[in-house]
């Protein structure tokens, strides 16, 4: 004669541990995973993960976080805007340069390698 869970635990019955370890568990993982759905939906990972500063997108939010922050004047805003504009070009001169300068030094399987590792980098 088997007693279903739910007679079981009418009549003060006491589940198995090991089936309420098993229900807790799943039940844990189950709201952690709707959690983190939940979270991705509200764009919580975005606001996480900032784009780089030296993409266009990364550019847009710094120089507005600027802006805001330090409450600059329109002309302030455009020497500052001239002045980060001359920067990032200045930083992608010198990476290009530097990837340049490094790949001269490897041979053809190496710089395979160190692409791969950029890119890598990158993601």
């Known amino acids: 004669m088997s007693i279903s869970l739910l007679e079981g635990a009418a009549t003060g019955r006491s589940w198995?541990?090991?089936?309420?370890?098993?229900?807790?568990?799943a039940l844990v993982f189950l709201c952690g995973a709707a959690a983190?759905?939940?979270?991705?939906?509200?764009g919580v990972?975005?606001?996480?993960?900032?784009?780089?500063?030296?993409?266009?997108a990364g550019k847009v939010l710094y120089f507005d976080r600027l802006q805001k922050e330090l409450d600059l004047t329109p002309a302030q805003t455009e020497q500052?805007?001239?002045i980060l504009n001359d920067f990032w070009q200045y930083y992608r001169t010198v990476l290009s340069d530097?990837?340049?300068?490094?790949e001269q030094l490897?041979?053809?399987?190496?710089?395979?390698?160190?692409?791969?590792?950029?890119?890598e980098h990158a993601k």
């Open 16 to 25: 198995n541990p090991k089936l309420a370890c098993g229900v807790t568990l």
């Open 36 to 42: 983190g759905a939940l979270a991705m939906n509200l």
């Open 45 to 56: 990972h975005n606001r996480l993960h900032q784009p780089a500063f030296d993409t266009p």
């Open 80 to 82: 500052i805007q001239s």
């Open 98 to 102: 530097s990837k340049a300068r490094v």
């Open 106 to 119: 490897l041979n053809e399987d190496q710089r395979r390698k160190f692409e791969r590792l950029l890119q």
